[in-house]
Each structure stands twice: as structure tokens, then as C-alpha cells.
């Protein structure tokens, strides 16, 4: 069993920046993918932006140019730097990583960006 902690959400305004961060309580260094996806009230689970074991990087449309992926072997960590925030962003954000032995969510961390 892994455990996924995300953590960094809050409430923030239109044009801020928040940095989420996922900790995994095991090793990260072989892994198949870390993803960010996103919740809002009423709505589907929807992928953000994702990394691969090679670090080739992918994101939605919406978060194109304002969001980064990045991960922490060292930290076994994969955060999601989020710029230029719209009230639109506003969601619970959960992190998703695909071990080779199976995948796993984290519990979710809420994003509010107030107009």
C-alpha cells in the first residue's frame, strides 16, 4: 500500500500562484506516471498535467503555459506549480502515480481562487 499526502492548497486570487505538493510514502525513482487531476463541484474528475518515467511532461489546454509538473526523486514528491490562477481553477486537486505494482490517489487538496 502507498500513501499519496497532498498538501499547498488554500485560497488565493484571480492572477496569484499556488504550489501543490504530493508526497508519496514510498520511493518514486521507478514509476510509470504522476499526474495531477482536478474535481470541481458537480463535475468530473479531469487530468490537469502528468509526467512520465522519462520526465516528458503533458497538459491539458487550460493549463498550458500557467501550470508545471515537476517531480522530486529525492523527496519522492511530485508537485504542480499554478500561476496565473482563474476562479475557474477552483477544484479539489488530487494527485494519481502509477507504480509498476499499481496506482494510487492521493485524498485531495482544495483549490479556491476568488474573483
Known amino acids: 500500500q502507498v500513501q499519496l499526502v497532498e498538501s499547498g492548497g488554500g485560497l488565493v486570487q484571480a492572477g496569484g500562484s499556488l504550489r501543490l505538493s504530493c508526497a508519496a510514502s514510498?520511493?518514486?525513482?521507478?514509476?510509470?506516471?504522476m499526474s495531477w487531476y482536478r474535481q470541481a463541484p458537480g463535475k468530473q474528475r479531469d487530468l490537469v498535467a502528468s509526467?512520465?518515467?522519462?520526465?516528458?511532461?503533458n497538459y491539458t489546454d487550460s493549463a498550458k503555459g500557467r501550470f508545471t509538473i515537476s517531480r522530486d526523486n529525492a523527496k519522492n514528491s511530485v508537485d504542480l506549480q499554478m500561476n496565473s490562477l482563474k476562479p475557474e481553477d477552483t477544484a479539489v486537486y488530487y494527485c494519481?502515480?502509477?507504480?509498476?505494482?499499481?496506482?494510487?490517489w492521493g485524498q485531495g487538496t482544495q483549490v479556491t481562487v476568488s474573483s
Open positions: 494519481y502515480v502509477v507504480f509498476p505494482y499499481g496506482a494510487y
Open positions: 514510498r520511493s518514486i525513482v521507478v514509476i510509470y506516471t
Open positions: 509526467i512520465s518515467s522519462s520526465g516528458s511532461t
